[in-house]
């Protein structure tokens, strides 16, 4: 989770521990925010409907339908699935400012927000970590 997150400020409150004994190898970019590699990511390539949902605590996130190719090497949505299902933290890590997307559910490191997405209907760029979703097929 983000250092500047209080885990105490989501629904889902588990301990450090609860949440490195079931997420495993995905714990690092889940709950202390680090990033997988471009090109790397199982969903990256994931081009079937269905939602994107929090690989931690399974919260909807985002809709099949606004996910595009940025080039990015990441799995990209131009919207989440209705606006409070992240939340939204200024990042100041790697001497830049970003904005953090976090799970407002559970607080969990999805990946970033950038404003470069001019082909898209807003212009956003959610630029989140494949190890940091699960997908749900449409049924």
Excluded at 14 to 33: F, Q, V
Excluded at 125 to 136: D, E, G, P, V
Aim: charged content about 25%.
């Amino acid at each position: 989770m983000s250092s500047t997150t209080d885990p105490t400020a989501f629904p889902v409150v588990k301990s450090e521990d609860e949440w490195r004994a079931e997420l495993g190898p995905r714990y690092s970019i889940l709950r202390e925010a680090a990033t997988e590699r471009p090109w790397s990511g199982a969903l990256l390539d994931e081009k079937r409907a269905g939602v994107y949902t929090c690989g931690a605590c399974g919260a909807e996130l985002f809709p099949s339908g606004t996910k595009f190719e940025s080039g990015s090497g990441w799995p990209s949505f131009y919207q989440a699935i209705k606006p409070d299902a992240v939340k939204l933290i200024t990042d100041k890590t790697l001497g830049m400012v970003r904005t953090e997307v976090v799970c407002a559910n559970c607080g969990s490191h999805l990946g970033h927000l950038f404003d470069d997405a001019y082909q898209t209907p807003t212009g956003d760029r959610y630029c989140m970590n494949s190890a940091s979703l699960s997908f749900q097929e449409e049924k």
